[in-house]
Structure formats: structure tokens, C-alpha cells
């Protein structure tokens, strides 16, 4: 599934993220490469996150959007739970 907008994520392995919303890699702005990243942070205990000292990860939008293959079956990476309603 696409990105859709701040709201909260599963991803494929089964944890609960939230995705604050989107940034451009800054050195790449105004440029025919433009990177554009999703702003997210875990919901869920357990992810790698909590044994780091950052507090947010980004992930290209390209890959966000990406399915998965899984014994032959694509899913989506991550499926929204529930989209912030503001």
C-alpha cells in the first residue's frame, strides 16, 4: 500500500510504526535525483530502535511502497492502520 499520509503502520514483520510524514534528503532537493523519505518512529517494543540513541528512522518513499515477496505472495511492506484525521 502507498504511503498515505501521517498515521500509524504496520510493517510486514509485524510491528506498529508511526509515520510523521515526509522529507527530501537535503542534498539531493531541486534535483533530478530527488530523495524523498518517509519520517517514521516504532510503536511497538522490540524494535532495533530501542537498543540505538536515535529516536526517528527514514526510509526512501520508493521502498516504503515496496511489496514484499513472501513464499511467492507480495505484500506490502507496510499497510496504514489508521491515518491521522488533522
Not at 499520509?5 to 530527488?34: C, M, S, V
Not at 517494543?45 to 511502497?65: A, H, M, P, T, V
Request: net charge negative.
Amino acid at each position: 500500500m502507498p504511503y498515505e499520509g501521517p498515521g500509524q503502520y504496520r510493517h510486514y514483520k509485524g510491528g506498529h510504526y508511526y509515520a510523521l510524514g515526509l522529507g527530501i534528503k537535503e542534498d539531493t532537493k531541486g534535483t533530478p535525483n530527488e530523495v524523498v523519505c518517509v519520517i517514521y518512529r516504532p510503536l511497538t517494543s522490540g524494535s532495533i530502535l530501542e537498543e540505538q540513541k536515535e529516536d526517528f528512522w527514514l526510509r526512501e518513499l520508493e521502498d516504503f511502497n515496496a511489496s514484499i515477496s513472501i513464499h511467492g505472495t507480495l505484500i506490502p511492506r507496510f499497510d496504514l492502520l489508521s491515518r491521522d484525521s488533522s
